[in-house]
T-cell receptor, first 105, second 113 residues
Framework: QKEVEQDPGPLSVPEGAIVSLNCTYS??????FMWYRQYSRKGPELLMY????GNKEDGRFTAQVDKSSKYISLFIRDSQPSDSATYLC?????FGTGTSLTVIP | DSGVTQTPKHLITATGQRVTLRCSPR?????VYWYQQSLDQGLQFLIQ???????AKGNILERFSAQQFPDLHSELNLSSLELGDSALYFC????????????FGPGTRLTVT
């Protein structure tokens, strides 16, 4: 049974758009939440992790956790064609199925 | 480059055979994780080792086994291979055992014919 559920998309946006990627999780005991980026079957790359609730920002990326609704979000500002990839939300040891994102120049 | 290395990059073998996949973690990392990624299943956690000891177990089949050696490299053994075992196998490592900052290797692509 998956602990993290993610809309697989695909999602297609124009360059410069704000992208919102979302997941839900089942276990309220989870404290750490991660976002990974994966390019065409390469090894996933850690973008950021958050602890408990709140926001964390790193450049154009913002991760948000709402523990009351068990909702995890990743926002990408000023999206670039190089952001085209599959984005995976995760708790330690369980990954969402990934959302495929294409940013159109 | 994450600093995690995996060998071999590609492996083609026949049903019923046994293979060994190898992973070297980043320098200083004590935990190693193994994952299987197939087209229809996404990234599935198999097993975690921390400083030589098994820490957590996921959906690992009985035909699969793993170990972490004193130098912290890890091996994943897959036996009695079936067509359905064809997948990408990733190794990841982290400093601690909690799993929130994992760095992935490039993967081993296994094809069972």
């Amino acid at each position: 049974q998956k602990e993290v559920e993610q809309d697989p998309g695909p999602l297609s946006v124009p360059e410069g758009a704000i992208v919102s990627l979302n997941c839900t999780y089942s276990n309220s005991a989870f404290q750490y939440f991660m976002w990974y980026r994966q390019y065409s079957r390469k090894g996933p790359e850690l973008l950021m992790y958050t602890y408990s609730s709140g926001n964390k920002e790193d450049g154009r990326f913002t991760a948000q956790v709402d523990k009351s609704s068990k909702y995890i979000s990743l926002f990408i500002r000023d999206s670039q064609p190089s952001d085209s990839a599959t984005y995976l939300c995760a708790t330690p040891r369980d990954f969402g199925t990934g959302t495929s994102l294409t940013v159109i120049p | 480059d994450s600093g995690v290395t995996q060998t071999p990059k590609h492996l083609i073998t026949a049903t019923g055979q046994r293979v060994t996949l190898r992973c070297s973690p980043r320098s200083g990392d004590l935990s190693v994780y193994w994952y299987q990624q197939s087209l229809d299943q996404g990234l599935q956690f198999l097993i975690q080792y921390y400083n030589g000891e098994e820490r957590a177990k996921g959906n690992i089949l009985e035909r699969f086994s793993a170990q972490q050696f004193p130098d912290l490299h890890s091996e994943l053994n897959l036996s009695s291979l079936e067509l359905g075992d064809s997948a990408l196998y990733f190794c990841a490592s982290s400093v601690g055992g909690q799993g929130y900052e994992q760095y992935f290797g490039p993967g081993t692509r296994l094809t069972v014919t």
